[in-house]
Structures are given as structure tokens and as C-alpha cells.
């Protein structure tokens, strides 16, 4: 396989040929009519900004779910759902840590740990009025008798 690395030499493009590339951040392309398979970025602010955008997309599912799950909220399967929100968020902090610390700064890795853990202490906080109101509703079918007034 051959490498190349392009510059940008006063906004015009040259493409030089490379024996090795060390490090770096492969970037996968799914589909390209120029039959390059990855792409290996060594810019740091271009790397940076690539993975904000893959978190950012990846974490708006999990919010477009959250808010889907707010909106149905009197279903009985309302606090499953947001246990699912919850599995995704360790899901996606567990890609942030493991793949991409070494890759990404460290003001970005903050940035994006602490979004997440804003959402989580949300959806925790929804799991546990949930939980309250489920027990008082069963308190009290429980200490009211059906038993009518007599005369």
C-alpha cells in the first residue's frame, strides 16, 4: 500500500510521498470513488476536531432517546428505557477513556466526560422520582382499604 501526505503550502495542495507514518489517528472511510481505504491524520487540532464531532453525534442519539423517553414518561417501561440512556452513557465513556485519551487533549477529553456526566446525574436523578412515585403509589393502594363507609 502506498502513503502520501499532503501540505498546504500558501492554500494550494501538495501531495508528497511518505515511507512511514508514525502515530497519528486512522480515520476509516466507509465509501470514496478515489480508492482510498483510511486516511491517517497527524494534526492534532484536525484530530480534535473529528472526535468532538463523532462524540457529539453518538451523544445527541443518546439525548434525542432521553428526551423521547421524558415525553412518554407514563409508560411502565419508562425507567427501563432510561437504564438503556444510562448503559449507552457508560457505553460511550468507556470508548472515550479506552481509545481516545491517548488520542485527543485533554481539554477536549474534559469537556466531553463532563457533558456526560451532567446527562447521567440527569437521568439518575429521573430513575429515582420514578422509582419514589411507583412506592407511594404502591403505599398507598396498600394502607387504603376498599371497604365502604358504614351508616
Known amino acids: 500500500m502506498k502513503s502520501f501526505v ?8 501538495k501531495l508528497s510521498d511518505v515511507i512511514s507514518l508514525d502515530g497519528g489517528f486512522k480515520y476509516v472511510l466507509k465509501s470514496s470513488n478515489l480508492g482510498v481505504k483510511e486516511i491517517i ?17 453518538r ?7 432521553y428526551i423521547a423517553t421524558l415525553q412518554n414518561e407514563d409508560s411502565d417501561s419508562s425507567e427501563g428505557n432510561f437504564m438503556i440512556s444510562l448503559d449507552e452513557i457508560a457505553r460511550l465513556r468507556s470508548i472515550l477513556i479506552k481509545k481516545y485519551s491517548l488520542i485527543v487533549s485533554r481539554k ?8 456526560l456526566k451532567i446527562l447521567e446525574n440527569e ?5 429515582i ?18 371497604i365502604g363507609k358504614s351508616r
Open 108 to 115: 477536549i477529553e474534559e469537556k466531553m466526560l463532563k457533558k
Open 123 to 127: 437521568i439518575r436523578m429521573k430513575v
Open 6 to 13: 499532503i501540505h498546504e503550502i500558501k492554500k494550494k495542495l
Open 41 to 57: 491524520i497527524l494534526d492534532p487540532h484536525i484530530i480534535d476536531q473529528l472526535i468532538l464531532t463523532n462524540f457529539n453525534r
Open 59 to 65: 451523544y445527541k442519539k443518546i439525548l434525542e432517546y
Open 129 to 146: 422520582d420514578i422509582k419514589l412515585i411507583k412506592e407511594r403509589e404502591c403505599v398507598h393502594t396498600i394502607s387504603e382499604p376498599d
